[in-house]
């Protein structure tokens, strides 16, 4: 996931691995927690698939190490960013994906937020079906905290389902 904040990031304008730690702890933060120890690894790892490639830039007495994304590493980011989002992954992935969307088309925007959506609403069919069968069981009070748990599940959903539909509409942002 790290890979595509950074190829993420660095389409916007090139950027050090500080800028880039900066950034992640300043926004991503709030929904992907990244290890900063592995973001060096990967800046290595993505210069070496020719992802990103890395120049010098003197700063008064100081070099400092710009990464940009190459024409290869803008490829494989919008592949990945147009690939569908199924469901919450637990990893925020889907948060990330809709974080750059505004690197995408309007109307590939909107297919994708729509289909998600779309893949929540089935998601939420399923959890009240186990609703009904925790409910319809004879022992009830032996599932409380499952059934706790399913709630919260079904609560999220509810939201996420209501929030696409608020980002779908480009509602303003302060009304959300």
Same mark, same amino acid.
């Given at each position: ?25 300043? %926004? ?13 690894? *990967? ?18 007495? &100081? ?10 590493? =803008?490829?494989?980011?919008? *592949? ?28 590939? =925007? =909107?297919?994708?937020?729509? &289909?998600? &959506? ?7 069919? %399923? ?10 069981? &004879? ?21 996420? *389902? ?7 509409? =480009? ?6």
């Amino acid at each position: 996931m790290l890979e595509y904040i950074v190829l993420g990031m660095v389409n916007y304008e090139d950027m050090t691995g500080y800028d880039i730690k900066k950034y992640i702890e300043s %926004g991503i933060s709030v929904f992907y927690k990244a290890s900063f120890g592995s973001l060096y690894p *990967i800046l290595k790892k993505l210069a070496n698939k020719g992802l990103v490639a890395m120049y010098e830039s003197n700063h008064g007495d &100081r070099k400092k190490n710009y990464y940009h994304i190459t024409d290869e590493g =803008r490829k494989a980011f919008e *592949i990945w960013l147009e690939t569908p989002i199924m469901i919450d992954d637990g990893n925020g992935t889907q948060l990330v994906k809709i974080y750059f969307y505004d690197l995408l088309q309007e109307d590939k =925007r =909107r297919e994708l937020l729509i &289909r998600y &959506r779309e893949n929540n609403v089935t998601y939420l069919k %399923g959890l009240y079906e186990l609703e009904e069968q925790y409910v319809n069981t &004879r022992n009830k009070d032996c599932y409380y905290y499952k059934l706790s748990v399913l709630y919260y599940g079904i609560r999220i959903i509810k939201e996420t *389902i209501k929030w696409c539909d608020d980002i779908i509409e =480009r509602k303003d942002l302060s009304e959300i």
